[in-house]
């Protein structure tokens, strides 16, 4: 297997396993549609509205779980180059989050990929994932509203990826997922400047 094929087929199985949205997967248990209630977002916080707490930690937990695997599989297709292994898992993780948002299954309309975001960064560097949970639950916190702590989280992604000495490729990568999930949140942001955003508990985060 070529170094470029070990590389797509990464990318491959990172798209087909983040396809999987678990908000959606979860909400047909329900009988519904997360996307048809609430903010509409197929993710956590819109299952917890929707569906419940139950519901909403099921979500979650699938998220990070399809992110930790896509990231492994990506390192062991490249586990014959070393060098490149991490870089195979962050290539697999990235299209698992591309998956989450565009999931092939249902639509091509998913989710904002915090949580898959969140579990590429652990899996590269336990201690990025451990900042920025930490980010997120300060800025919760203080501020209750769950898009306002994604997206510090998410503006944090390369900062923290340098402060952990990761490389410039790293860092690159991390700033594009970093620029995808605070595009994704474009309706929340205008809410956040108008004063109309909903915290935990309302309906349109």
């Keep these: 297997m070529t170094i470029t094929f070990s590389f797509l087929a990464a990318a491959a199985c990172g798209y087909l396993l983040g396809s999987a949205n678990t908000s959606l997967i979860v909400s047909r248990f329900y009988d519904t549609d997360v996307r048809l209630h609430g903010s509409g977002n197929a993710g956590a916080t819109n299952a917890l509205r929707v569906l419940g707490k139950k519901a909403a930690a099921i979500t979650a937990v699938g998220d990070i779980a399809k992110g930790v695997v896509a990231f492994l ?52 560097d336990w201690r990025m994932g451990l900042a920025l949970l ?63 955003e909903s915290r935990i508990g309302g309906t349109n985060a």
């Design 134 to 196: 930490l980010a997120f639950a300060l800025v919760f916190a203080l501020s209750q509203t769950v898009s306002l702590a994604s997206i510090v989280a998410a503006a944090l992604l390369p900062v923290v990826a340098w402060l952990c000495g990761s490389g410039p490729v790293a860092i690159s990568i991390f700033s594009v997922l970093a620029v995808l999930a605070i595009l994704r949140h474009g309706s929340n942001i205008r809410r956040l400047l108008q004063g109309r």
């Design 73 to 124: 599989i990506g390192r062991l297709l490249l586990q014959n180059s070393p060098p490149l292994a991490a870089l195979g898992g962050l290539t697999a993780g990235c299209a698992a989050i591309v998956g989450h948002n565009w999931p092939l299954y249902f639509q091509f309309r998913g989710g904002k990929g915090i949580w898959t975001s969140f579990a590429v960064a652990l899996s590269f």
